[in-house]
T-cell receptor, first 113, second 113 residues
């Protein structure tokens, strides 16, 4: 059974800082891994999808990496801005073609002006 | 492109009452999911439909929860009777094949008092 853990649970940084959010999973047979952003009272917005054959994805100031052998993924945010304040969730697709997502509890990020 | 539509946005009911949520997925997305997100947790899959057939309902409390997706488009999730621990945000999502294009709705926040 896949379990996903995110550390830290909360993070507060000054504007402009580069930061890393961590995600670990128990089953290295994970298929795809996806990072989402959730704003208070809102649904989830997909940020980056790393497919099974890939090791990283980049979008603007965001870079996500996936290391299946160690069971880890990281989300790197460069030059953080107050607008980046949100909860970041990582989720793994189960192996075997299942499209079910198994989520971590998320990291609540606050970027202070 | 229109997103995943959900209604209502908020619902407050007393325990033992019944409630229903509605979801309209993105046009062309064959797969539809209902997730439950309890405060401070990541979303947990309740049920997954492929067109109008159930793919995974292993975590759906079938004694009180039911869901249907008639004609392979819209879906409804029902709780009867509700318990206090059902208080959560109910998120609907849809995707293309193999989980690509995963898109979440804004969710319905249910409070059971």
């Amino acid at each position: 059974k896949q379990e996903v853990t995110q550390i830290p649970a909360a993070l507060s940084v000054p504007e402009g800082e580069n930061l890393v959010l961590n995600c670990s999973f128990t089953d290295s047979a994970i298929y795809n891994l996806q990072w989402f952003r959730q704003d208070p009272g809102k649904g989830l917005t997909s940020l980056l999808l790393i497919q099974s054959s890939q090791r990283e994805q980049t979008s603007g100031r965001l870079n996500a990496s996936l290391d299946k052998s160690s069971g880890r993924s990281t989300l790197y945010i460069a030059a953080s801005q107050p607008g980046d304040s949100a909860t970041y969730l990582c989720a793994g697709h189960d192996q075997g073609g299942s499209e079910k997502l198994v989520f971590g509890k998320g990291t609540k990020l606050t970027v202070n002006p | 492109e229109a997103g995943v539509a959900q209604s209502p946005r908020y619902k407050i009911i007393e325990k033992r009452q019944s409630v229903a949520f509605w979801c309209n997925p993105i046009s062309g997305h064959a797969t539809l999911y209902w997730y439950q997100q309890i405060l401070g947790q990541g979303p947990k899959l309740l049920i997954q439909f492929q067109n109008n057939g159930v793919v995974d309902d292993s975590q759906l409390p079938k004694d009180r929860f039911s869901a249907e997706r008639l004609k392979g488009v819209d879906s409804t999730l029902k709780i009867q009777p509700a318990k206090l621990e059902d208080s959560a945000v109910y998120l609907c999502a849809s995707s293309l094949d193999h989980g690509l294009g995963y898109t979440f709705g804004s969710g319905t926040r249910l409070t059971v008092v």
